[in-house]
């Protein structure tokens, strides 16, 4: 599980993102990982501006694979860039039918609860198989709850880095817009 401590959660829900004492480690790990993937970019736009000026017309690896490779880049670096930024959700539920909702949800996405206060709910989950390939330990998952608004970030631990999340955060959002619209009907 990621380490998360002394989360400001007035300041992060007014700011949109999320406010916490961050390790050495994790400030590492995000400046690396953005320079990492600028400069993937970066070459990927240098080799396909090389490889046309020496007539060199391989279709798969100048059409399709660079401009791949370059988005992608750009991409991973994005999230990290964004990474903590909150994604917002609104219900017209109690704050506590809410909370259990949330709950109820994420224990059958196989998420635990770690740590739970008035406002805030801390959930992580340990790695699929299919996640190993992405060298990722853990997801952990942040919901703070504000008048008849869910906050939440997902954020991941990794064995050296700890590389953004790509599409899980969208997943999820889609799923609980989808049970708290079921919940208030």
């Not at 660079?66 to 988005?71: A, E, G, H, K, V």
């Amino acid at each position: 599980m990621r380490r998360i401590s002394n989360i400001n959660i007035g300041e992060s829900i007014r700011r949109g993102r999320l406010i916490y004492q961050e390790s050495f480690f994790d400030k590492w790990s995000y400046f690396f990982v953005i320079l990492y993937f600028s400069m993937l970019f970066a070459i990927t736009l240098y080799m396909n501006y090389f490889l046309f000026t020496i007539d060199n017309l391989d279709l798969f690896f100048n059409f399709i694979f660079l401009p791949t490779l370059s988005f992608l880049g750009i991409y991973i670096a994005f999230r990290k860039a964004t990474e903590k930024r909150l994604i917002r959700i609104s219900y017209y539920l109690e704050k506590e039918a809410a909370q259990q909702l949330v709950t109820k949800y994420l224990k059958s996405k196989k998420y635990h609860l770690v740590a739970k206060t008035a406002d805030c709910m801390i959930f992580s989950k340990p790695t699929d198989f299919m996640e190993i390939i992405s060298f990722t330990q853990y997801k952990t998952l942040v919901v703070l709850f504000d008048k008849e608004v869910i906050h939440f970030v997902l954020l991941t631990k990794g064995h050296r880095l700890n590389l953004p999340v790509l599409i899980s955060h969208l997943i999820i959002r889609r799923d609980l817009k989808k049970l708290f619209i079921t919940a208030e009907q």
